[in-house]
């Protein structure tokens, strides 16, 4: 195993660990205005680790169903754009 490959591995572990550390809890402490655009731009964010969480834990949910609507949903959509958003423009650099 080279170098580079060994940096990967612990790049790789150290973005899992991180991402596995801020995954969304249950919705037990809820806000009474619900959540906003912050929260859900962070759900957006970390929705690959939450999903894979919510698949073994039914208290986990992608989605936060107590938020504050459309400032919310624009947060959600903006935050799924952040792990997706730079794919296509890898895909076209092409030699």
């Known amino acids: 195993m080279g170098q580079v490959t060994v940096r990967r591995v612990l790049l790789a572990a150290a973005v899992v660990l991180l991402l596995g550390a801020c995954a969304a809890g249950t919705n037990a402490a809820e ?48 935050g799924l754009t952040f792990p997706y958003g730079a794919a296509g423009g890898g895909a076209a650099r092409r030699r």
């Open 31 to 78: 806000s009474h205005s619900g959540a906003g655009f912050w929260l859900g731009l962070w759900q957006g964010i970390i929705i690959p680790v939450t999903f894979v969480i919510s698949l073994f834990n039914d208290n986990v949910s992608i989605y936060e169903v107590h938020n504050n609507g459309n400032w919310y949903d624009f947060g959600f959509v903006l």
